[in-house]
Every structure is written in C-alpha cells, then in structure tokens.
C-alpha cells in the first residue's frame, strides 16, 4: 500500500512524501494524487521516494506521467532521496537523467 502525504507547501514548490509500494494499485493513487495538485495550481512538485519499498514500471510509469503533466502547465517535478528500489528502475529504464534535471 502506498502513503502519499502533502508534507510542505510554499508559494514556490509543493512537497510530496510517499511511503510503501509503487505498484500497480499505487500508481493509480499517485497519479490522481498528482493530477488533483496540478489542477489546483500545484505546477512545481518535489516527490520525496525515500519511503518507497518497491517499485515497478507502473510505479514509474505513474512518476513519468505526473511530470508530463507538470510540465504541460510549465512545472516540474524532481524526484528527491531516491530509496534503492526506485534508482535501481530508474537506472535500467534509462530515466535517472530525466528526474535528476527536472
């Protein structure tokens, strides 16, 4: 199960704690999740991974989407303290780059 907490916001960026598993079923949380801060003028995200447990390719699916989306509206969304599950997909999927500048 995945804990998605609202941990700070500021005029500048909103941060984002996950803990658990970024599955399937999580990914579904995170993206509504993520979906609902940018429609609210949330467009600078902050996602700190170090909480999360296991992590898929929906998981990063779901964190590759939520940056589209940002970005769609002129944001960003940077990946912060990358727990080893989640830089070891990032590595082998070739993506590590493209949350390291965002």
Partial sequence: MLRIQ???TSAAQTEV?????????GSE?????LDRL???GRHHLVVDVSGVTF???SGISALVRGRARAVE???SLRLVSPSPAVRHVLEISGLARMFERA
């Fill in 6 to 8: 609202v941990v700070g």
């Fill in 17 to 25: 704690q996950l803990a658990g598993a970024l599955d399937v079923a």
């Fill in 29 to 33: 949380v995170l993206l509504a999740k």
């Fill in 38 to 40: 940018i429609g609210a």
């Fill in 55 to 57: 992590c898929d390719s």
């Fill in 73 to 75: 509206m002129t944001g």
